[in-house]
């Protein structure tokens, strides 16, 4: 379980594996901040190998995608399962995110 | 609340997952769809824990989390209590109004509510309980450790 991190031409991509959730969301948090700082702008978080992700995970992706959008770059999600699907519905997060069926769909037009 | 497990945990983030994990596994055989035992009652039970070990006891490691669950014929539930002095559950702001949907935090409490058939505080809002109604009642399934009662 953890974040792994990959750059696909000028786009940083990060595997979420395992599960999103308060006991890890300070890892991400500080990854992508940390690329933020070096000059990255352009971000996709990959759920394809991830379980869940409760309200915490959650929020870090909103504050991420926040600081990544006032700093003129643009944070993506890619490859949500049903259930992480119906999270982002609930909660109309649906709506803040660009969310793609596939990695690479995150990545057109990016 | 006659309770068929109880789990006591101590205000640790990280015996979240663990604890879950054990009462989904406790739950597996209770007859209920899978997804909403995989989805609505582990993200319910999970934002409970959370929500008890970060502000019920503000993280203060001397301080317990119960867990209780009972598995009737009608519905799986589960009682959080923290040893905070409580808040009030009725008074939230929604978290996907547009003054509020950019805020990191605040969500945990309202996808309790929308993921779970039940979800009631007690007085003072340090216990919550949460009910997962379960399909009609079959005599050939049984919960790990017991029949349906």
Redesign the interface.
């Known amino acids: 379980m953890g974040f792994q991190v990959e750059k696909v031409n000028d786009v940083l991509v990060v595997d979420v594996e395992g599960?999103l959730?308060?006991?890890n969301r300070q890892e991400l948090k500080q990854k992508v901040l940390e690329e933020l700082e070096n000059g990255e702008r352009k971000f996709v978080v990959d759920f394809e190998k991830t379980g869940?992700i409760?309200?915490?995970g959650?929020?870090?992706l909103?504050?991420l995608s926040?600081k990544v959008r006032e700093q003129g770059g643009e944070l993506r999600l890619a490859n949500l399962n049903?259930?992480l699907k119906?999270?982002f519905e609930?909660?109309?997060?649906d709506?803040?995110f660009h969310i793609a069926d596939s990695r690479e769909a995150a990545l057109k037009g990016l | 609340m006659a309770s068929d497990l109880v789990l006591d945990l101590p205000s640790d983030?990280?015996s979240?997952?663990e604890a879950v994990d054990f009462v989904m596994e406790r739950c597996s055989g209770c007859g209920e769809d899978p997804?909403r035992l995989?989805?609505n009652l582990?993200?319910g039970l999970?934002?409970a824990l959370?929500n008890a070990m970060?502000y019920g006891n503000a993280r203060d490691a001397s301080k317990r989390v119960k867990v209780e669950v009972a598995f009737r014929g009608s519905a799986i539930t589960t009682r959080v209590t923290d040893e905070g002095e409580g808040f009030d559950p009725y008074h939230l702001p929604d978290?996907?109004s547009p003054a509020n949907?950019?805020?990191?935090?605040?969500?945990?409490i309202?996808?309790m509510r929308?993921?779970l058939d039940e979800v009631y505080f007690n007085d003072c809002g340090n216990s919550v309980t949460l009910v997962l109604r379960l399909p009609p009642f079959r005599d050939d399934v049984e919960v790990d450790g017991g029949a349906r009662a």
């Open positions: 599960q959730i308060v006991g869940y409760d309200s915490s959650l929020g870090v909103v504050s926040k049903e259930d119906t999270l609930l909660t109309k997060l709506t803040l | 983030l990280a979240i997952e997804r995989r989805l582990r993200v999970s934002e959370a970060l978290p996907t949907i950019l805020k990191a935090e605040g969500r945990g309202f996808l929308k993921l």
